[in-house]
Structures are given as C-alpha cells and as structure tokens.
C-alpha cells in the first residue's frame, strides 16, 4: 500500500520508511503523540518545529517531504524532546538521519551549514579565529597575545569525518 499525501502529492517511501524504522533505535513506532516533546521544543516556539508531527511523518513514509520542506535544519539539538518523552523515543536523533539523508541527497541544504563543514575540513574549528577588542578599542589577536598557531586537521581526521558524513542513516 503506497500512502499519498493530497495536499502535495507526495508518495511515501515505503523502503527506506522501514529501513528507518527497523534499524534505528529512534522510536517511530513508540510515539504516541502525546505532544510533550513539542510543547518543551525550543525551537516549536520560535520557528515551529513539531517533532511528533516528524515522526507521525515518518511513520506515514513521507520521508521526502521532510528532507525538501527544510524545518529539520530548525531543531537546536537541545535534547529537550528526549528528556520529556514517556515513551523514551529520539526525536533529535531522527532529525540528524533525516539531514544526513538531505546532505546525502543534497537537498535544501542551508548554505550556512556547508560553510561550516568547509571551514572544518579547511582549518578543524567552525569559525576562524577573531581580533578581540577590549573596553579601550584596543585590538588583540592570537599573534599579539603571544598565542600559539592553531594547526588544521590531519588527513586521517578529513578521511574520517568524510566518512562519518556520508553513511547518511545507514
């Protein structure tokens, strides 16, 4: 049985819905919605991220619509949603499956966030270091303060954090 949903048309994925559900320890199927992850979400009350309404959306297989539609990118990760569950599910850890998916896909991914991981295989930190200035507009930097230099990453850390990136949810 294959599930449309008539307001976009989208067609549920049915494989890679079970692949989720029966391979990972997120709790899909444990959630009854019951809305006490949302109503604790940081994020439900700024950008209206639902996260029982992800994994109702899960469940259904309409794994697509999530990955396009970009709200998953609007979860802080603050472990708000685990911590109230009665069931114990992992809202948070669905969230990161479903943005490797959208990396892997590369689909609706914030350009914000690929900067980010640039920088990180460039230079290992996710910003680069800043001039300070201090009450009296004075400006310091690493050099000034007598700070040593910060080394890049190693090649084996770029391999593995490749790696690590595009298992994706498998």
């Known amino acids: 049985m294959v599930l449309k949903d008539l307001t976009s048309e989208a067609v549920s994925e049915s494989e890679l819905r079970e692949k989720i559900?029966?391979?990972s320890d997120f709790g899909v199927q444990s959630c009854f919605r019951c809305l006490r992850c949302t109503s604790g979400c940081t994020s439900m009350k700024i950008l209206e991220l639902k996260?029982?309404?992800?994994?109702?959306?899960?469940?259904?297989?309409?794994i697509e619509e999530l990955i396009?539609?970009?709200?998953?990118?609007?979860?802080?990760?603050?472990?708000?949603c685990e911590e109230r569950c009665p069931q114990e599910t992992s809202p948070r850890a669905l969230i990161m499956v479903?943005?490797?998916?959208?990396?892997?896909?590369?689909?609706?991914?914030p350009e914000g966030y690929l900067r980010v991981v640039s920088l990180v295989l460039d230079s290992g930190l996710i910003q680069q270091p800043m001039e300070v200035v201090s009450r009296d507009f004075e400006e310091f930097t690493r050099?000034?303060?007598g700070?040593?230099?910060?080394?890049?990453?190693?090649?084996?850390?770029?391999?593995?954090?490749?790696?690590?990136?595009?298992?994706g949810s498998g």
């Open 21 to 23: 559900i029966n391979t």
């Open 51 to 62: 996260p029982h309404f992800l994994m109702g959306m899960v469940r259904l297989g309409l």
């Open 68 to 80: 396009s539609s970009g709200i998953i990118w609007s979860c802080a990760l603050c472990l708000k």
């Open 98 to 109: 479903l943005r490797n998916l959208a990396v892997q896909r590369e689909q609706n991914v």
């Open 143 to 145: 050099d000034s303060l």
């Open 147 to 167: 700070l040593p230099r910060i080394a890049g990453p190693g090649e084996a850390f770029k391999e593995n954090l490749i790696s690590i990136m595009s298992r």
